[in-house]
């Protein structure tokens, strides 16, 4: 029943150890499937809904969700899953991806698709790569990169950088190198500088993905993109420089000041700010203590 996922899958060129170390599997191309399943099984479908397994409709019957796809289980720190992703094969009018949503077992918005897979990898290099798909994700696991996991669906959030800080205090950052990439690279870099953590911003050429990348050029051409990758506060200056106007660079700096959790970073960060942009130093330093000041006396009131 799953032989057009199986050769979607070596068309892909994922190993086996690959699909087994992710549990990769495959859901049915039936309407009720897995209802049908659930129910025989004694379980109940309201829960089963609750937690986006199936879908309930008009008549108080329930369907599969999932339908037709790949399926990528998402686990938690125990290695219990909680979600899946799932990709359509052969329906070309359905939604490429679907997600599970937000349910009493999962939060998009706190998890990342592999980390459980590569916790260890990212204490023992004590860095991460951190990407967006899933296919991202195993490919980069093929090609000895363990330390790597992606986003949901989502942009990168603040519990997310806060669960990958506890293992790690390095990210490599891998975006497309298309416009949007570069927008999300350029908010995910400013949301781990603001948390005290390092950062490199790795752009791929564009319409190229990593797993298309490391297929057809290899680990050296990765690599070499890793070697020339810009430091975090580089990239959002450079981005600065680029894409905003003057009064759009005051309004993010002073936002970004005001996000940042140690003011023993703002030095460095305002020299460097600064300089590059050929701003007066003088001029921020004053604006960003005030900043800091305004947002003590703001947590201090929250708290009380």
Request: aromatic share 10%.
């Amino acid at each position: 029943a799953a032989e057009t996922c199986r050769s979607y899958l070596k068309g892909r060129a994922l190993s086996p150890e690959i699909l087994e170390k992710f549990q990769l599997g495959w859901s049915l191309p039936e309407w009720q499937g897995l209802a049908d399943f659930l129910r025989r099984s004694g379980f109940n479908l309201k829960l089963a809904a609750d937690i986006g397994l199936v879908v309930a409709n008009d008549r108080g019957g329930f369907y599969d969700r999932f339908r037709g796809r790949l399926m990528f289980p998402i686990a938690n720190m125990s290695g219990q899953v909680i979600a899946f992703g799932g990709r359509i094969i052969g329906d070309e009018d359905a939604a490429k991806y679907i997600n599970s949503s937000d349910s009493i077992l999962y939060k998009k918005g706190d998890n990342l698709y592999g980390l459980y897979e590569a916790r260890r990898a990212i204490a023992v290099h004590e860095s991460v790569f951190l990407t967006e798909g899933y296919m991202d994700v195993l490919t980069l696991h093929q090609f000895g990169y363990e330390n790597s996991c992606g986003v949901l669906g989502t942009a990168l959030t603040d519990e997310q950088v806060r669960r990958l800080a506890g293992f790690c205090s390095t990210f490599e950052l891998i975006f497309d190198g298309d416009a949007p990439g570069r927008k999300a690279a350029f908010r995910a870099a400013e949301m781990v500088l603001c948390k005290g953590l390092r950062c490199n911003v790795v752009l791929l050429p564009e319409k190229v993905d990593i797993d298309e990348l490391l297929h057809n050029q290899g680990k050296e051409a990765f690599d070499e993109l890793r070697r020339f990758a810009p430091d975090g506060l580089d990239f959002c200056i450079r981005m600065l420089s680029s894409q905003f106007a003057p009064k759009e660079i005051l309004e993010w700096i002073r936002g970004f000041i005001e996000k940042i959790e140690y003011p023993e970073l703002l030095t460095q960060y305002v020299s460097r700010l600064s300089q590059a942009l050929d701003l007066d130093e003088s001029e921020i330093r004053q604006k960003a203590r005030k900043t800091q000041a305004e947002a003590g006396k703001t947590k201090q009131k929250d708290s009380s």
